[in-house]
């Protein structure tokens, strides 16, 4: 959980929060599909220093190119964070899980 502070008061931001945007994203991204339902295929947790970090595993639809995929996640990921809550994703792991021949 994250409790941001402002000049007016402060507010959090639960981990559950950063998952569901986590996994927003990810549902927008072709040729991904998560291990688990909903967003229980992303985990939140914020290290000692306070720094966000997430791990995601999903399976990915054979042939596609692996780095180019998991680039695009990782930053479409930390943008969406950032502009929907001003907190910087210091870390996201992607555990490919396998591969999907679904077309």
Do not use: W
Not at 27 to 47: L, M, R, W
Not at 63 to 73: F, S
């Amino acid at each position: 959980m994250e409790v941001i502070k402002n000049e007016i008061g402060s507010y959090t931001i639960s981990d559950k929060a950063f998952q569901d945007i986590a996994a927003i994203c990810c549902n927008g991204i072709k040729n991904i599909y998560p291990t688990k339902k909903d967003s229980e295929f992303v985990s939140c947790k914020f290290n000692k220093n306070g720094d966000l970090l997430l791990d995601i595993s999903i399976r990915v639809k054979q042939g596609v190119d692996i780095v180019k995929l998991c680039n695009k996640i990782q930053d479409e990921i930390k943008e969406s964070i950032l502009l929907m809550t001003g907190v910087e994703c210091k870390k996201i792991n992607i555990d490919i899980q396998g591969f999907e021949t679904k077309k």
